[in-house]
C-alpha cells in the first residue's frame, strides 16, 4: 500500500489552499474545512481519506494490467505529470486535449497509426527514398505530431481511465470519458465538481508542490499495481 502523506506534509505543499471563497462550487463544501481571508481551507483529513480510495483503486487498475491516461493542460502541471507518467509507464497527453480521443477512438487511433508508421520508417531509413523536399515534408509532420501524439504511442485501445490533477481545467475530457463510461480520477479544487470524478483528490490544483504530491503518490500506486501483476505473470 502506498504510504499517504500526513497532514503536516499535505500543509507543508499547500494542498489546503483552495480558491476565494466566491468560487466555491457548492458540492466541494464537505470537503472544506473552513474560510481565511475569503479563501477556501480544504479539509485535509478528507483528503486523506480519497487518496486511501483513489490510491486503490489506481493500484488495482494497474494490477490488472489496465491504463490509466494522465491528462493536462495546465502550463505549471506539464512537466510534472509527463515525468511521472514516464516513470510509471502510462499514456499522457500534456498540450491540447484531441477531441475524439475517447468517444472517436477509431480516427485517433488512424492518427497513431500514420504517426508510429512514420517515425519507423524514419529509424529504419526508408524515408531517405523521397526527395530531399519530401523527406522536410516528413520532418515537419513527426515534429508536430511529437507535440500532440508522443505521449499517446503506446495507446491501442480507449484508456481505462483518467487521471486529471485538475478535474475543473479538462471539462472536454472529462465529458468524454463519462460519455464512454471511462472512469475518472481527478484533484478537485474548492471550484469543482467533484460529482464529475469517480475517484476525486481534495486538494489545491495550483500549487506546483502540492500538484506534484498528488501526481506522484498516483504513479506510486500505478507502480504498486504493476510490480503485482508482474509477479502474478512470473508465477504462470
Known amino acids: 500500500m502506498v504510504k499517504l502523506p500526513s497532514i503536516l506534509e499535505m500543509l507543508q505543499a499547500g494542498a489546503h489552499f ?14 472544506i474545512f473552513a474560510k481565511r481571508n475569503s479563501i477556501n481551507i480544504i479539509n485535509l483529513e478528507k483528503t486523506q481519506e480519497e487518496l486511501e480510495k483513489t490510491l ?7 494490477s490488472e494490467g489496465k491504463n490509466i491516461l494522465f491528462v493536462t493542460s495546465k502550463p505549471q502541471a506539464r512537466e510534472i505529470v509527463k515525468k511521472y507518467a514516464i516513470d510509471c509507464d502510462m499514456p499522457y497527453l500534456v498540450d491540447r486535449w484531441l477531441g475524439g480521443l475517447i468517444t472517436n477512438f477509431t480516427e485517433i487511433k488512424k492518427l497513431l497509426d500514420k504517426y508510429r ?18 523527406q522536410v515534408n516528413f520532418k515537419k509532420q513527426i515534429e508536430k505530431m511529437d507535440k500532440n501524439l508522443a505521449g499517446l504511442e503506446k495507446i491501442q485501445k480507449i484508456p481505462d481511465a483518467i487521471f486529471v490533477p485538475a478535474l475543473q481545467n479538462e471539462k472536454t475530457a472529462v465529458t468524454e470519458a463519462i460519455k464512454m463510461n471511462v472512469p475518472v480520477i481527478g484533484i478537485a479544487d474548492t471550484n469543482a465538481n467533484p ?7 481534495p486538494a489545491n490544483d495550483d500549487a506546483i508542490s502540492s500538484i506534484e504530491m498528488m501526481v506522484k503518490l498516483v504513479a506510486e500506486a500505478v507502480k504498486e499495481g504493476s510490480a503485482k501483476q508482474e509477479k502474478v505473470i512470473g508465477k504462470k
Open 195 to 201: 460529482d464529475k470524478a469517480d475517484f476525486v483528490i
Open 18 to 31: 483552495g480558491h476565494q471563497t466566491i468560487r466555491r462550487h457548492p458540492k466541494m463544501n464537505k470537503f
Open 56 to 62: 486503490a483503486f489506481v493500484s488495482k487498475l494497474a
Open 117 to 134: 508508421s512514420l517515425k519507423e520508417q524514419r529509424a529504419s531509413g526508408e524515408l531517405e527514398k523521397y526527395t530531399k523536399k519530401e
